[in-house]
């Protein structure tokens, strides 16, 4: 079994900064990718980044240019650094995990966005 434990969420104004980050544990053998999703209330949830063991980033279009993922394959940790953070960015933020044959979640951080 992989745990993923979150941390980072929290209240911030209008154009100011977050980080999160995420941290494996476990049965851990080759990670594939790491990411973060996120659900706002009232919809669906949302793909919000991507990274690959070798570097390679997807982003949403909502947080291109703002959002940052990165990792330290070495911790088994991915980060999602949120820059110039909107009100629209408010939601819980669940990282992930994808090794062979399995997908693994976190618990979940609030981030809020409000003046």
């Known amino acids: 079994q992989v745990q993923l434990v979150e941390s980072g969420g929290g209240l911030v104004q209008p154009g100011g900064s977050l980080r999160l980050s995420c941290a494996a544990s476990?049965?851990?053998?080759?990670?594939?990718?790491m990411g973060w999703y996120r659900q706002a209330p009232g919809k669906q949830r949302e793909l919000v980044a991507t990274i690959t063991s070798g570097g390679d980033t997807n982003y949403a279009d909502s947080v291109k240019g703002r959002f940052t993922v990165s990792r330290d394959n070495a911790k088994n940790t991915v980060y999602l650094q949120m820059n110039r953070m909107k009100p629209e960015d408010t939601a819980v933020y669940f990282c992930?995990?994808?090794?062979?044959?399995?997908?693994?979640w976190g618990q979940g951080t609030q981030v809020t966005v409000s003046s």
């Open positions: 992930y995990v994808l090794v062979v044959g399995s997908t693994y």
């Open positions: 476990g049965s851990i053998f080759t990670i594939l990718y």
